[in-house]
């Protein structure tokens, strides 16, 4: 039972250009939400976050959307740069479980 | 925030070989504890975490156990490792009411 779902595996997108990278859930009692970055052969290292209480997180070139009566999260990028191609996992959590459940992933790559 | 040492980078075993991977932490006391594999093409599988020296919540039937001797050291070890043990492997900390995980740089095991 996948209750995190990245559901499209790869994305190219021109460099300058958004990049949206998607995720779903199906557990109603998740309340905390991560992006992780991951390049080949390293862990992955952190990029933004989103309580349940929001619908929108912003760090520079980062934003988080969280629809949660769709049970969906993005992430979007803007401008995306050649730097940010790598694997995005979106993480879903219940507070006081001290666990994530992790996506798949998606590749992303950006063109130069 | 954490920083996570993870060693070894690299690892080529044979199969029935027994196995020890160890993770220390930085800049936290008393963190939960985290093991994760991420299989080729998947995402992140959680294996075991720890909220404390000695507590270890398995998450998956398999041929590995986890041990926390100290605060601050976290190891995964195998008896006899499987061709099926081969893959990525991830350590991370977290803080004690949930959050941020921070990941070490992984180890990739071949198991030959």
């Known amino acids: 039972d996948q209750q995190v779902k990245q559901n499209s595996p790869s994305l190219s997108v021109q460099e300058g250009r958004i990049s949206i990278l998607n995720c779903d859930y199906t557990n109603s009692m998740f309340d905390y939400f991560l992006w992780y970055k991951k390049y080949p052969a390293e862990g992955p290292t952190f990029l933004i976050s989103i309580s349940s209480i929001k619908d929108k997180n912003e760090d520079g070139r980062f934003t988080v959307f969280l629809n949660k009566s769709a049970k969906h999260l993005s992430l979007h990028i803007v401008p995306s740069q050649p730097g940010d191609s790598a694997v995005y996992f979106c993480?879903?959590?219940?507070?006081?479980?001290?666990?994530?459940?992790f996506g798949t992933g998606t590749r992303l790559k950006v063109l130069a | 925030s954490q920083t996570i040492h993870q060693w070894p980078a690299t690892l080529v075993q044979p199969v029935g070989s027994p196995l020890s991977l160890e993770c220390t932490v930085e800049?936290?006391?008393?963190?939960?504890l985290y093991w994760y594999r991420q299989a080729a093409g998947r995402g992140l599988q959680l294996l075991f975490y720890?909220?404390?020296?000695?507590?270890i919540s398995s998450e998956v039937p398999q041929n590995l156990s986890a041990s926390r001797p100290q605060d601050r050291q976290f190891i995964l070890s195998s008896k006899k490792l499987l061709l099926s043990d081969s893959g990525f492997y991830l350590c991370?900390?977290?803080?004690?009411?949930?959050?941020?995980?921070?990941f070490g740089a992984g180890t990739r095991l071949s198991v030959l």
């Open positions: 991370a900390g977290g803080g004690r009411g949930g959050g941020i995980q921070y």
């Open positions: 993480a879903a959590s219940r507070r006081g479980t001290y666990k994530y459940i």
């Open positions: 720890s909220v404390g020296i000695g507590q």
């Open positions: 800049g936290t006391s008393n963190p939960n």
